[in-house]
């Protein structure tokens, strides 16, 4: 069974240069022939580079960043491998971080499910148990410690789908957003799904967050943020609404990133970051947020 990693354990990016050229087009509506009209970039370059069959050079980088709303700089770096997933400090104040990276049992696409819990007194709350709920539960039986809550930022299947396994298993409630009860469902989640607003703990708090789902939320312990896919380590999750709910994907970024910047990041998929990592180097952050690139 796998086993939960530290915060100080290096993983790969979620996205790649091409990944956030396509996630940005696709959140404006851009074919791929209408950048090319605009940026002079041949067509046939910008389709290598979003399957990640090309490099993406720097000119084209400053290019692609004016036409799609993405800050050049971040975006090259991101390319030539400057920017980098870097080790995390743990935050000195009673509480330890996990992450559990899982697919489903037969492999395939990958998410974090974490546990933050608190040695003093053996107890946690688990972020987005999506695949193989099994593997969180085993860890909080082996360390005798109590479950408080499961707290969820989207409906997502990869995020969701073993929350009501965890609940019925440990008696622990789940927390997610209304707006996104009807996605939680259709994953075959079953049990009580109870609103943000009703969890009253001081170690505790949300903030809304829509864009990529419209329930989207983050969970805040301490310093420590839990975006699920609103944001991943120097880009963002799809924007499943389109061009209709990009701009409020984007401000749920934005809104992120003004807190202060030593401030955890830890989304769904890939590397842990921090506030201050993603106004310098994330290309979607806005320049008034992010300073110049």
């Not at 720097?58 to 390319?79: I, N, Q, T, V």
């Amino acid at each position: 069974m796998p086993e939960p990693s530290t915060l100080a354990d290096i993983v790969p990016f979620e996205d790649e240069a091409g990944d956030v050229i396509a996630k940005a087009r696709a959140g404006l509506g851009l074919p791929r022939a209408q950048v090319a009209g605009r940026t002079g970039l041949p067509e046939t370059r910008l389709a290598a580079w979003e399957s990640l069959a090309e490099p993406l050079p720097a000119d084209a980088a400053d290019d692609l960043g004016r036409c799609l709303d993405l800050r050049g700089g971040a975006l090259a770096a991101l390319a030539n491998g400057t920017s980098r997933p870097e080790p995390l400090a743990e935050p000195d104040d009673g509480w330890q971080t996990l992450r559990c990276t899982l697919s489903e049992a037969t492999g395939g696409y990958a998410s974090n499910t974490w546990i933050v819990w608190q040695p003093a007194s053996r107890t946690a709350w688990v972020v987005d148990p999506g695949f193989r709920p099994e593997v969180p539960r085993a860890w909080l039986n082996r360390e005798h410690v109590t479950l408080r809550g499961i707290l969820v930022t989207h409906g997502h299947r990869d995020h969701v789908g073993g929350a009501g396994w965890l609940s019925g298993e440990t008696g622990a409630p789940v927390f997610l957003h209304p707006r996104d009860h009807a996605l939680a469902r259709a994953s075959g989640v079953e049990g009580p799904l109870l609103h943000p607003d009703a969890l009253r703990d001081p170690d505790v708090r949300h903030l809304p967050t829509p864009g990529h789902t419209p329930g989207g939320c983050t969970w805040r312990l301490g310093t420590r943020l839990f975006p699920g896919d609103t944001m991943f380590a120097c880009s963002l999750g799809r924007t499943f609404g389109g061009p209709t709910d990009h701009p409020e994907h984007r401000s749920s970024l934005a809104r992120l990133l003004k807190e202060p910047e030593e401030t955890l990041l830890l989304p769904g998929h890939g590397p842990g970051t921090t506030v201050g990592r993603e106004r310098a180097a994330n290309p979607f952050a806005k320049e008034t947020t992010a300073g110049p690139s």
